[in-house]
């Protein structure tokens, strides 16, 4: 068992990612003893075993404690570790909800990527894998739509190359598809409601809340106080916090779009 630890580790430190179907995977992913010593072993180097059941690789990564300790000499560590610009991580997020948060919710219904309705019979078979579920993007949609707030065509171009070197994406002619990394690196937990309550509230019709306020009208005389006995009671418009993608990125972006 040490060995094939010790193999497992290795792995992932050479190719980055591997594929839940691997062997060592597989073993890692269902036998806890195994996984036991996985993460032993990554915690005393500061690092940890990442996976979830909606993607279809595993990776390592940094634990928090060690994040700032390894990263915290450059500008951007609290940002990002992989050198992107405020633009550039204002665009992983833009392409983490249109690719991810679709996705995840096709999964979630048991819906292949081609399939146009849910299967009623759908929900005692597994969940289906990544690559049978997600959808790539449009680069002329996504420049169309994002374009002025994301640096235009040249600076988007240099980011996406950036994201697809790094594993976030692939690229196939004009399709922006899901790369290895995209489902594992993201905090989904946060970024999900915080894009969802936020960013894409007008897209999915997510009520603002309404909260009363009391106007009190100004008055001068006497007079006019005792016709003001009653204050005013007016429903105002709270507006929804400001937890767009700017909130995660630093970075102004207007994350409002049509469907098509």
């Excluded at 179907?21 to 036991?36: M, P, Q, Y």
């Excluded at 560590?77 to 096709?106: T, Y």
């Excluded at 759908?122 to 420049?143: C, F, N, Q, V």
Aim: charged content about 30%; aromatic content about 4%.
């Amino acid at each position: 068992m040490t060995e094939d630890a010790q193999i497992l580790i290795a792995r992932l430190l050479a190719h980055q990612t591997l594929r839940r179907e691997d062997k060592l995977v597989k073993r890692a992913l269902s036998d806890e003893l195994f996984r036991t010593e996985i993460d032993t072993r990554l915690k005393a180097c500061g690092m940890k075993f990442i996976d979830n059941v909606y993607a279809d690789y595993v990776t390592l990564a940094l634990t928090r404690d060690s994040e700032s300790k390894v990263f915290g000499t450059k500008e951007t560590w609290q940002n990002n570790n992989f050198g992107l610009a405020r633009d550039g991580v204002a665009l992983l997020v833009v392409l983490w909800s249109l690719i991810i948060l679709p996705k995840r919710e096709r999964q979630e219904a048991h819906q292949l990527a081609e399939e146009n309705q849910n299967d009623m019979f759908g929900k005692d078979k597994p969940m289906p894998r990544a690559e049978d579920t997600s959808i790539g993007i449009s680069y002329r949609a996504l420049l169309a739509d994002f374009g002025e707030k994301l640096g235009k065509k040249t600076r988007m171009d240099m980011n996406l190359g950036q994201l697809a070197r790094v594993g976030f994406i692939e690229r196939k002619a004009d399709l922006i598809l899901e790369g290895p990394l995209l489902d594992l690196l993201m905090d989904t937990d946060t970024l999900k409601d915080r894009i969802i309550n936020g960013a894409l509230s007008d897209i999915f019709q997510i009520q603002v809340p309404r909260t009363p306020a009391i106007i009190t009208p100004a008055v001068e005389t006497q007079a006019e106080v005792e016709t003001a006995t009653d204050t005013t009671i007016a429903s105002v418009d709270t507006p929804v916090a400001d937890t767009d993608a700017s909130a995660v990125t630093g970075t102004d972006i207007n994350t409002n779009t049509e469907k098509e």
